[in-house]
């Protein structure tokens, strides 16, 4: 039995190019989605400073009228932030199902430009791959990479102002992770795309094997090939496997050099904030 040809996996500029044509085509949609959110991460920001009010109240001894100012406005941000929140969820759902509409039908309009000879040397298996895990993994990053990306630079960037407002030198010592950070992400982006494109294509080969073995039941038992197609299916499922082990240990040591830089950062704050 032949080694299925697998169609091209699309580079990460290539997939970046095609999510932003994506995303323009309801640029409107994803420009409220993304103010939404980044105006419920920033209300967020504000809970902090009027919970430390309050406690300064409290502390002071002052009277249950002086903490109602900042209950209350700790009431209107809990609130104002829900109400964002769930107003840019329902609008990034919409953006990302229409998105993922769309991407499948350029895949399937695309597959069908393709000469007949190619499709059947890549194999439904890896047809079918394409058109369920890949799309999912393109509608996971619409859905919830951009936005929370999105977020996290904007609480950062509020996080350094504040820090900035109450005394320049925190915000120097936060800005200690930031090396870290920026050579955790490059390291990670140089590893990534490798990982991730053997997994999608593990997946695929593991596919087109199971379709083969399953659709050709009948001659494989005819011709006693029972044991070689069981081989077959097992050397494809230990690849995905394998793979899939790679991109667990990838993101452990991400996120484990992520919280390497977090405590870099937040040790300095609380340094600095011990010697001022």
Request: contains cysteine; aromatic residues 4%; charged residues 20%.
């Given at each position: 039995?032949?080694?299925?040809?697998?169609?091209?996996?699309?580079t990460?500029a290539?997939t970046?190019a095609?999510?932003?044509?994506?995303?323009?085509?309801?640029?409107?949609?994803?420009?409220?989605?993304?103010?939404?959110?980044?105006?419920?991460?920033?209300?967020?920001?504000?809970?902090?400073?009027?919970?430390?009010?309050?406690?300064?109240?409290?502390?002071?001894?002052?009277?249950?009228?002086?903490?109602?100012?900042?209950?209350?406005?700790?009431?209107?941000?809990?609130?104002?932030?829900?109400?964002?929140?769930?107003?840019?969820?329902?609008?990034?759902?919409?953006?990302?199902?229409?998105?993922?509409?769309?991407?499948?039908?350029?895949?399937?309009?695309?597959?069908?430009s393709?000469p007949?000879?190619?499709?059947e040397?890549?194999g439904?298996?890896?047809?079918?791959?394409?058109?369920?895990?890949?799309?999912?993994?393109?509608?996971?990053?619409?859905r919830?990479a951009l936005?929370?990306?999105?977020?996290?630079?904007?609480?950062?960037?509020?996080?350094?102002?504040?820090l900035?407002?109450?005394?320049?030198?925190?915000?120097?010592?936060?800005?200690?992770?930031?090396?870290?950070?920026?050579?955790?992400?490059?390291?990670y982006?140089?590893?990534?795309?490798?990982?991730?494109?053997?997994?999608r294509?593990?997946?695929?080969?593991q596919?087109?094997?199971?379709?083969?073995?399953?659709?050709g039941?009948?001659?494989?038992?005819?011709?006693?090939?029972?044991?070689?197609?069981?081989?077959?299916?097992?050397?494809?499922?230990?690849?995905?496997?394998?793979?899939?082990?790679?991109v667990?240990?990838?993101?452990?040591?991400?996120?484990?050099?992520?919280?390497?830089?977090?405590?870099?950062g937040?040790?300095?704050?609380l340094?600095?904030?011990?010697l001022?």
């Amino acid at each position: 039995m032949t080694e299925p040809a697998l169609l091209p996996t699309a580079t990460p500029a290539r997939t970046g190019a095609v999510v932003w044509q994506l995303l323009r085509a309801h640029r409107l949609l994803a420009a409220g989605t993304l103010a939404a959110l980044g105006a419920g991460a920033g209300l967020s920001v504000l809970a902090a400073p009027l919970l430390g009010d309050i406690v300064d109240l409290v502390v002071a001894g002052r009277g249950l009228g002086a903490l109602s100012r900042p209950v209350g406005l700790l009431a209107l941000v809990g609130l104002g932030q829900g109400l964002l929140s769930a107003i840019g969820i329902a609008w990034l759902t919409r953006l990302g199902e229409g998105a993922l509409a769309q991407l499948r039908e350029r895949f399937v309009d695309h597959a069908l430009s393709l000469p007949l000879e190619r499709l059947e040397l890549a194999g439904t298996g890896d047809l079918s791959a394409r058109i369920t895990e890949d799309v999912s993994e393109v509608g996971e990053a619409l859905r919830n990479a951009l936005p929370d990306f999105a977020r996290a630079v904007l609480l950062i960037a509020l996080t350094l102002v504040g820090l900035g407002a109450l005394d320049w030198r925190f915000a120097l010592a936060a800005l200690l992770a930031a090396p870290v950070q920026v050579l955790t992400a490059r390291w990670y982006l140089r590893r990534s795309a490798p990982v991730y494109r053997d997994e999608r294509e593990a997946v695929g080969q593991q596919r087109q094997q199971l379709l083969e073995t399953v659709g050709g039941a009948d001659t494989v038992r005819a011709l006693g090939l029972q044991t070689d197609q069981l081989e077959r299916v097992r050397d494809r499922s230990e690849r995905v496997v394998g793979v899939s082990l790679r991109v667990v240990d990838l993101h452990a040591r991400f996120f484990g050099q992520l919280n390497a830089a977090e405590c870099i950062g937040l040790s300095a704050v609380l340094t600095a904030g011990l010697l001022l």
